[in-house]
């Protein structure tokens, strides 16, 4: 196992994808992941799934549990002023929906599918090196803390936002442009019934809450925070306070329930991206070369985008020989990635309370709900950024082939 066509890095959602989507095309890869398959199935993080995005599960075969286990949403609701505005999905969008349905359900898929085949993926393997030049190569170490080599003819940089890929570009290559937002989440997962058939996102002078779920008896829900919270200063009952106050539960809102809370976190908040995402033959696909603040549900599906976008330009190159789509592979997902900036910040600043803000800026920020929540126009854009954006056309950049 020491050659193989693509060595992916990380197992998420991106290098488990692209790994599948080579597949079908007859590529091999090889997947390394620092962590152990347990952990990595069990790490709760995001939970909406794009139009698009649950539609290439189904198609790659592998959204069978999806189909009968997730909660496919019609809409949301944007709550300011007490008071609950619904955003309808199909009908501002064509027909569109989005899909509820936790991101390690869907590692957990893509892993059992992956590893029935008898493809390889390799847990409790840390990538410690890698070389992007014309002869590609990752060294990672084992558990047991053995050094291996993988000669490649490509490397994906899958590994997350913290991953060794990005940290392997020469500073000097790449551009980053960093937005640090001044507050985070506090999410937790937790057994008690949603208190709505679909999503809330609120905004309260208090600060943003989200109501979000991953089935008929599990919640799962966010409120703002401080950036440098600590999680000790919220026992159960003040988060479950917290919530009620922020969704107006006295004041005709929905009423939460507490649970037994199974899970709690601090997710912040940043926007980060790194242009280009290539260095030679190492390519940057998912939080490896850009973080998008939560609100909006983008994180994920951003990530499986990108891998779209590779794992077809790897087809070309390996079926045609062409490497027209290899070169623009960044130009194309960057366009993506930056109206999905756009879009996240857009949500983020709707809905989350600045410090900073005066009375005027608090007005403008009311004002910008209203407008969303009252005009066709203005809902159907914030509809369509949502439920996810068509994928951009690489048409233009394949040869014409009789
Ligand atoms: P990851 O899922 O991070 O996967 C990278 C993988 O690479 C990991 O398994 C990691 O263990 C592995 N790895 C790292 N370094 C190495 C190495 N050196 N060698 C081998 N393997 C390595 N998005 C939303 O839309 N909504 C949310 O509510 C939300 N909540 C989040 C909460 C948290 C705490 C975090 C961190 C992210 C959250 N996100 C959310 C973002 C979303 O989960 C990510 O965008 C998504 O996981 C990106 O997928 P990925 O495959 O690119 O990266
Ligand atoms: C969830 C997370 C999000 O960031 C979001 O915008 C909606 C839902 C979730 O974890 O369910």
Not at 101 to 121: H, M, N, S
Not at 259 to 281: A, E, H, N, W
Request: net charge negative; proline share 4%.
């Amino acid at each position: 196992m020491s050659r193989t066509q693509v060595a992916i890095i990380g197992a998420g959602p991106a290098g488990l994808m692209l790994a599948h989507l080579l597949q079908r095309a007859g590529i091999e890869s090889v997947i390394v992941e620092s962590r152990a398959r347990d952990y990595v199935e069990s790490r709760v993080r995001a939970g909406v799934l794009e139009y698009d995005t649950a539609e290439l599960l189904n198609d790659l075969g592998v959204g069978e549990r999806m189909r009968r286990e997730s909660l496919v949403h019609r809409g949301i609701a944007l709550r300011f002023n007490d008071r609950s505005n619904r955003i309808d999905f199909p009908d501002l969008t064509g027909g569109k929906t989005v899909t509820v349905y936790g991101q390690q359900e869907v590692v957990k898929d893509l892993i059992a599918a992956r590893l029935a085949t008898g493809a390889p993926i390799l847990f409790e393997c840390a990538a410690t090196a890698i070389d992007a030049g014309d002869e590609p190569s990752i060294t990672y170490r084992d558990a047991a803390g053995g050094e291996h080599t993988l000669d490649a003819d490509f490397i994906a940089g899958c590994d997350g936002f913290h991953g060794a890929a990005r940290e392997a570009i020469p500073p000097d290559a790449i551009t980053v442009y960093d937005h640090t937002l001044p507050f985070a989440w506090l999410g937790i997962l937790a057994e008690t019934p949603p208190v709505s058939e679909e999503l809330i996102y609120v905004n309260h002078e208090r600060g943003f809450a989200l109501v979000s779920m991953r089935s008929r008896t599990i919640s799962r829900l966010y409120i703002q925070c401080r950036n440098d919270e600590r999680l000790e200063l919220w026992p159960d009952e003040r988060i479950w306070g917290e919530l009620r106050e922020r969704l107006g539960s006295d004041r005709g809102g929905p009423d939460v329930h507490s649970g037994k809370i199974l899970q709690k976190g601090v997710t912040p908040m940043r926007s980060f991206v790194c242009d280009p995402m290539r260095y030679g033959r190492l390519f940057l696909a998912g939080d490896s070369a850009h973080i998008v603040p939560p609100t909006g549900a983008k994180g994920m599906n951003l990530a499986i985008a990108d891998v779209r976008v590779l794992a077809e330009a790897l087809e070309a190159y390996y079926e045609h020989g062409e490497t027209a789509l290899l070169d623009a592979y960044s130009q194309t997902c960057l366009r993506r990635v930056w109206k999905t900036q756009r879009f996240s910040i857009y949500m983020t600043r709707m809905l989350h309370r600045f410090e900073e803000h005066t009375p005027f800026d608090r007005r403008i920020q009311l004002a910008e709900l209203d407008y969303v929540t009252s005009s066709r126009t203005a809902a159907a854009s914030l509809a369509e950024n949502y439920v996810g954006l068509p994928f951009e056309s690489t048409a233009g950049l394949r040869k014409v082939r009789t």
